[in-house]
């Protein structure tokens, strides 16, 4: 993970609500701190320690979103600490920074590294927050603090005085507060851990990126290395064709194919390839209504007795 990461959106369904918390929601924490608000210089605030370390950025698409608000892109302060560590509001301070704006308004509250990081989280978990992966590293950074008052509950419990080994037991609670944290499950946390130990870079980055799933990702681990970037090749490959045919469906319409070739010839015409060109030809499954077989040009062109008889899509980029 040597190159700097996107913090997408959220896109498909909202997190799961956190398992359990020992730490003060975002609502509670303004009742107890009710917060200071400031104006400071962009060049007074800073990243959070975590964010510098995984190397977050915010996406493009996001600061373009913003820019296009104008100064109602600004109404809402950032949310700072003491220290001038940016809870909440990134992509603002990065468009300020863009744009040349000298300062943002802030309210400034009294927390630790844990507890803005903590509160950190809380906050993407918002719809158009970090996806669950980058939430996960994040949370993540908060093991050793976990594991630590997990260890002191075993001593105070009299469980292994003196060791610096956690039980089995503690390790699973060290695991829930993690998924409690990034508002997950436990089986997430354990795949991304997995993913962390045995993934290849290219792979992490698309988790980053919200590209791929955390599971589809996560059986992917099994696999060499060599192994796993074919499958998210592949994966790659069938995504951008089956979005291909369904935008072409839906610029073209059905009615728009010549007369299809008889099916029964197609078949035979298939089962004469080679073995070699057999073996090139891929079949993917694209969620469209009916019972349609779709050609490629590629393949049209291999099936040369056939070019003549099998439709061809209209092409506005040729």
């Known amino acids: 993970m040597n190159t700097a990461a996107r913090v997408p959106g959220e896109f498909g369904d909202r997190p799961n609500q956190p398992l359990s918390t020992s730490f003060s929601e975002p609502e509670r924490q303004s009742d107890d701190d009710p917060g ?55 992509a603002r301070w990065e468009l300020a920074r863009l744009t040349g704006r000298p300062t943002l308004s802030c309210v400034e509250y009294e927390l630790t590294d844990e507890e803005s990081l903590r509160w950190l989280l809380q906050k993407h978990r918002r719809s158009n927050g970090m996806n669950d992966f980058c939430r996960i590293l994040l949370a993540l950074e908060l093991e050793p603090c976990f594991k630590e008052k997990a260890l002191s509950n075993q001593r105070l419990g009299g469980q292994m005085k003196g060791s610096s080994n956690l039980t089995e037991d503690a390790i699973v609670d060290v695991r829930k507060e993690i998924a409690a944290a990034a508002g997950v499950s436990v089986g997430n946390v354990t795949k991304v851990k997995r993913l962390l130990r045995t993934g290849q870079p290219e792979l992490l980055e698309t988790l980053r990126d919200g590209e791929v799933s955390i599971h589809r990702a996560w059986k992917w681990t099994t696999e060499s290395p060599d192994r796993q970037i074919e499958s998210l090749r592949t994966y790659r490959n069938k995504k951008g064709v089956s ?42 499954v694209i969620p469209v209504h009916g019972k349609t077989i779709f050609v ?11 070019r003549e008889s099998i439709p061809v899509w209209p092409s506005s980029n040729r």
């Open 36 to 90: 200071q608000p400031l104006t400071y210089r962009l060049s007074e605030l800073r990243q959070h320690p975590s964010f510098s370390r995984l190397r977050f950025t915010v996406p493009a698409s996001k600061l373009s979103a913003l820019a296009e608000q104008g100064e109602l892109a600004f109404r809402e302060p950032l949310l700072v600490t003491r220290e001038r560590v940016v809870i909440d509001g990134y």
């Open 243 to 284: 979005k291909a045919i369904r935008d072409l469906i839906s610029r073209h319409g059905r009615h728009n194919l010549t007369t299809s070739p008889d099916l029964t010839s197609l078949v035979r015409r298939l089962s004469a390839l080679s073995s070699g060109e057999f073996n090139s030809v891929s079949v993917s």
């Open 296 to 306: 490629t040009e590629e393949l049209m062109r291999t099936l040369t007795s056939y």
